[in-house]
């Protein structure tokens, strides 16, 4: 069974600094992805992440992939305040297209 | 290009009462359609899913349904609705395309409360 554990689930952080958000998967896996959630909205699709290395930047975040240590992170630089949202990786299945494993969620908010 | 449109956004109902959920998909074919709930503060469970019409694979034994009568709708039902139900329900969809990553698109969501 496909386990995703991220960490930390909650963050407060100062804008101006910068945080790392921790994604680890307990199988082999071909795809990962990150999801922004505002507070009761839906989910938003950041990056998708398909093989060992890949690394995507958008704005102030950057997400990374290491499928040998089944690990991603997503790095959070100069934070600003309208980053606040919770923030869901997602792990693919490996051999199959269509079912995700979500991790708990970090909550982060960023503090003026 | 594509969006997917679930309804009610809301709902409050008794408990015992029945649910209906309803999805659909604009701007393609042929989707993977899918079915989450997100129970307050915590993480997305996937219930149903569907790969055409009429074919659904349930990944959690509990007491809602989900039908797909046309290619582009998905249904969330139940006959007699717990307070455990409660949640944030969320509607989503893909493709098989490898080259993108299989990315899974959510619908806005519908808050329900079983009271």
């Known amino acids: 069974e496909l386990k995703v554990e991220q960490n930390p689930l909650f963050l407060s952080m100062q804008e101006g600094k910068n945080y790392t958000i921790y994604c680890n998967y307990s199988?082999?896996?071909?795809?990962l992805y990150w999801y922004r959630q505002d507070p009761g909205k839906s989910l938003e699709s950041l990056f998708v992440?398909?093989?060992?290395?890949a690394v995507k930047q958008e704005g102030r975040l950057m997400a990374s992939l290491d499928t040998k240590a089944r690990l991603s992170t997503l790095h959070i630089t100069a934070a600003v305040h309208d980053l606040s949202a919770t923030y869901f990786c997602?792990?693919?299945?490996?051999?199959?297209?269509?079912?995700?494993?979500f991790g708990s969620g970090t909550q982060l908010t960023v503090l003026p | 290009s594509q969006t997917i449109h679930q309804w009610p956004a809301t709902l409050v109902q008794p408990v015992g009462s029945p649910l209906s959920l309803e999805c659909t998909v604009e701007?393609?074919?042929?989707?993977?359609l899918y079915w989450y709930r997100q129970a307050a503060g915590r993480g997305l469970q996937l219930l149903f899913y569907?790969?055409?019409?009429?074919?659904i694979s349930s990944e959690v034994p509990q007491n809602l349904s989900a039908s797909r009568p046309q290619d582009r709708q998905f249904i969330l039902s139940s006959k007699k609705l717990l307070l455990s139900d409660s949640g944030f329900y969320l509607c989503?969809?893909?493709?098989?395309?490898?080259?993108?990553?299989?990315?899974?698109?959510f619908g806005e969501g519908s808050w329900l409360t079983v009271v």
């Open positions: 989503a969809w893909n493709r098989d395309r490898v080259l993108s990553g299989n990315t899974i698109y």
């Open positions: 997602a792990v693919g299945s490996s051999g199959s297209a269509r079912q995700l494993t």
């Open positions: 569907s790969v055409g019409i009429g074919q």
């Open positions: 701007g393609t074919s042929n989707p993977n």
């Open positions: 992440l398909l093989s060992n290395g």
């Open positions: 199988t082999t896996s071909d795809r």
